[in-house]
């Protein structure tokens, strides 16, 4: 359900390098998302929470104790770009790649994304999907080594969850690369 970039390989040898890079958490890559509540705490916020099968719903992935059930460790820069009373719009740059790793690091600080109905996010009227959209994605080009950044728009089923809740997009709120 989320929109945006996806990588895909032409070759086996480029998919082997590109894993590798994903591998080495050398792929840059960056999300926009769209979540419930006002924006809690700083406006930055490093997300340091291992991921692993929640034990009451077992299609679910969890923030978890390690030290009392298996998972992996998982992180997540989230940076509020705006925010009201009903939601925020949250940049999320992932560290690490742990399956529904926003979903869950989000939810753990309290921001379920609108529109994710397996991790019980609010629904919103005209949004059929998880507001949810990869937009920035940072890597070396698997022969040449050059270094890429891909970008997508934002699209307009998103644009218009903001707007009808208040929130606006605005392109100058983006972080720059780093």
Known sequence: ????????????????????????????REYLAIVQ?????????DIDAP??????HRLRMAVVDLARQAGKPARTTA??????EQASWVHCRLHTGRTHQIRVHLGHIGHRLYG??????PLLEGLQRQALHAF????????????????AEWPADL??????????????LLPALA
């Open 1 to 28: 359900d989320t929109s945006g970039l996806m990588l895909v390989a032409r070759t086996r040898a480029c998919m082997d390098r590109l894993m590798a890079q994903i591998a080495a958490r050398e792929v840059r």
């Open 37 to 45: 509540g006002p924006w809690r705490g700083p406006e930055s916020q």
């Open 51 to 56: 991921i692993g099968r929640d034990p009451q």
């Open 79 to 84: 940076m509020c770009l705006d925010s009201n």
């Open 116 to 121: 994710d109905t397996q991790y019980a996010g």
């Open 136 to 151: 920035r994605l940072s890597l070396a080009h698997p022969i040449t080594g050059e270094w890429l950044t891909c970008h």
């Open 159 to 172: 644009d218009a969850a903001l707007q009808a809740l208040g929130l606006r997009y605005n392109e100058t």
